[in-house]
């Protein structure tokens, strides 16, 4: 199958799959990289890490994927078939959300969906933790950030900028 048209349909497919956010689908992101378009599990963190510290919705790490798959139309489609199936889906689910109003069937689909959003989401952070934590170095800068984030009232990019700078001094040391 030509490459343009597999990697339009397997993030239009990754698209409509993302119940609860992008978080939801990387680790099936992951696996569709690394198997049919060679980007292996630590390219995907790199670029999944250019995703959380750029300004604007951390899912855009579709565009820097769609550019080293295949160029500038590559990112393109990308963001395209990553971003508007859902959207559309969301726009025509919204109005007729609108409809069921206090419908007892809108908060049991409510209640539904829920703990699968809350799932996916969990499976997603575990995907990039596992490649990502290598070393009793990376893990103790891993609790650390959360214990920051969760803790204190430091801004988040400070903190996670201040792990990897302090992750790329640790590391270096170490060798």
């Not at 409809?99 to 699968?116: M, T, V």
């Amino acid at each position: 199958m030509n490459q343009l048209l597999h990697l339009t349909l397997s993030f239009a497919f990754l698209s409509l799959m993302a119940v609860g956010g992008g978080t939801a689908v990387l680790p099936e992101m992951q696996t569709i990289l690394a198997h049919q378009f060679g980007i292996d599990h630590t390219q995907f963190i790199h670029i999944y890490s250019i995703g959380q510290v750029a300004p604007g919705p951390n899912m855009l790490m579709v565009l820097i994927i769609g550019y080293q798959v295949a160029g500038l139309l590559g990112a393109g489609l990308v963001l395209l078939s990553f971003f508007l199936p859902s959207s559309i889906l969301c726009f025509y689910a919204g109005r007729l959300w609108s409809r069921f109003g206090e419908s007892p069937w809108r908060r049991a689909i409510q209640n539904a969906l829920e703990p699968i959003s809350i799932g996916l989401m969990a499976s997603g952070v575990y995907a990039v933790a596992k490649t990502s934590i290598f070393s009793s170095i990376t893990l103790a800068l891993s609790l650390m950030t959360l214990y920051c984030i969760l803790r204190t009232k430091i801004n988040p990019v400070l903190v996670i900028l201040g792990s990897g700078l302090l992750s790329v001094i640790l590391v270096y040391f170490s060798k």
